[in-house]
């Protein structure tokens, strides 16, 4: 999430899971480094010497060198990590959020009445029995509802359909909680955040006073980027994923110079796809 200079505008983009990058060497996790998929900078990164209990802090900070050197962003002011019972939690609490569902999506993890689907190794995806469907329009979620819909990634599009979807899931609970009574109570945002407990590791700037940085905000002045990309591979091996060359450098560019509004002007087809703003 990139907020420009006057604090009025916000621009959220997403990293698929499967990028491949450099993963920086890392001493306190005695990590070397190595070209892999990004979302192993968390798990190689939480690794504590001695220790069984992972270190989350310590994976973001990996997390956090390894999109730095992809992105050319120098550093973070913020970040957060929250567990998928954290969201569950963290969208209940502001009592739901409200999403257009741009395209129809069949759980693989969810039965309709919300319970888990039974496992089973020889069924389609692991799982039988009744699916939840979220389908086309708009739809108010739950938490759970939130976090399995924000889950599926086997619909089309892939991968970056559930980055956009979570992306969605984002941008509404922001939204909820910039439009509510949480900045004119900010006792409110440590109330959830408190909670939350260890399913939220917050580090760089406190939640209090993100929210009232971001006061100027609205679900209207933030921009949803999806950047495109396709599937790498050696051979017939997959290897992950590489984001398109020219929009990714020109999108991270412009952040970096804090030109945003004009690159999204220029570059309508990746700005609020899906979205009823699109």
Sequence with gaps: LHVNADLTKAYLTSL???????????????????????THAMMYGSRVPGVKKPSVQQGYQLMAKTVSAYTGIPKFDGGAVLTFRGLTK?????????????????SIHRAPDGKPRPSCPRCEHGYSGPRM??????????GWQALDY?????????????????????????????????????????????????????????????AYALRNLSP?????VGLPGSGAYSGSRYLGENL???PQKSYFLALRQDKLDA??????????VGSPQG
């Design 16 to 38: 698929p899971r499967d990028l491949v990058v450099n993963i920086p060497a890392f001493p306190p996790a005695k990590f070397g480094g190595e070209r892999t998929k990004i």
């Design 90 to 106: 963290l969208i209940d609490a502001l009592g739901g959020i409200d999403i257009y569902v741009d395209q129809k999506v069949v």
């Design 133 to 142: 469907t979220y389908n086309v329009g708009n739809m108010h979620m739950v």
């Design 150 to 210: 924000a889950r599926q990634r086997y619909t089309n599009g892939g991968d970056y359909t559930r980055q956009r979807h979570q992306r969605q899931i984002i941008e509404a609970a922001v939204g909820k909680i910039l439009q509510g009574d949480f900045l004119s109570n900010p006792a409110s945002i440590d109330n959830v955040v408190g909670a939350l407990g260890e399913m939220l590791t917050v580090v760089g700037i406190k939640p209090v006073a993100l």
């Design 220 to 224: 209207q002045t933030i921009t949803q």
């Design 244 to 246: 398109s060359s020219g």
């Design 263 to 272: 690159w999204a002007a220029a570059n309508k087809k990746y700005v609020n």
